[in-house]
């Protein structure tokens, strides 16, 4: 590297205003001022003496210091937001969640229930005690929500929940063995009621509706059924969610 030719009086200056040439160059020469400078007061207060090599690698990591300082951050495209997607033709779906208090052990159920025109056929809300866990939490509201589609007399339904642990668990030859077992029974017994069943995994995006379902509930406020007049506060935020493309 070539020293440019600087004044001894302005010399601090021109560094700073890189009228010494490229900028490389400016910061080996501030990272080297700044590691003499160091090292001199290291010295003033008693301590060893830098050896040339030590010099070099404490300037070298001054630069490698500066250099990700200017990097410009990693800016990832933000994923679209998933939204529900209405059923085939003669299907209906139903959305559950759950919210869970692992302080308390409480939770609450979500349902709703749409048709392949996104319109919503019902839905209900409704405040457990002695919850366990999250998962268990998520059954109850899955088995909620089928209790109600059984009510309302509906043939072929689709359960979408956003627990893909449940999802895996109903799916698979182990939902009987796990410690929410007879609630796994309760749900895939109820799903011989109607002449086609199938469980499906969605996105939490999906699944705002039955979320929002959840937290409309609570220890004073315990249980809502939504069946022959949804209110229109559902309604609108059924339609909202809704991406009328077929699966």
């Known amino acids: 590297m070539s020293v440019p030719s600087i004044q001894s009086c302005t010399w601090a200056r021109d560094v700073l205003h890189m009228r010494s040439g490229r900028i490389a160059t400016t910061e080996t020469i501030i ?13 003033g207060h008693g301590c060893k003496s830098w050896e040339p090599g030590a010099t ?31 059923p085939s033709p003669g299907w209906f779906k139903i959305n559950t969640d759950a919210g869970f208090d692992q302080v308390t052990n409480t939770g609450s159920a979500g ?29 109850m509201a899955a088995r909620e929500g089928l209790e109600l589609a059984v009510e309302l007399g509906l043939d072929r339904v689709m359960l979408e929940v956003d627990c893909q642990e449940l999802s895996k668990l109903l ?14 029974f309760d749900i ?3 799903g011989k009621v109607f002449s ?4 499906r995994w969605i996105q939490r995006d999906a699944n705002s509706v039955a979320n929002l379902c959840a937290s409309m509930v609570s220890a ?19 339609a909202a969610d809704c991406n009328l493309a077929m699966n």
């Open 31 to 43: 990272c080297g001022a700044w590691a003499l400078w160091t090292g001199r007061n290291a010295r």
């Open 56 to 86: 070099a690698r404490f300037i070298s990591k001054l630069l490698e210091d500066l250099a990700s300082l200017k990097r410009a951050p990693v800016v990832r495209p933000r994923a679209p937001k998933t939204k529900w997607e209405k």
């Open 111 to 139: 349902v709703v229930i749409r048709d392949q025109d996104g319109l919503v056929a019902g839905g209900s809300a409704r405040w457990f005690e002695d919850v366990p866990d999250v998962l268990t939490a998520e059954a």
């Open 171 to 184: 799916l698979s030859q182990h939902a009987s063995t796990s410690h929410i077992g007879g609630l796994c």
């Open 188 to 190: 895939l017994e109820l």
């Open 196 to 199: 086609e069943f199938k469980i």
């Open 220 to 238: 004073t406020d315990r249980c809502h059924f939504w069946i022959d007049n949804a209110p229109g506060w559902l309604v609108d935020l059924a």
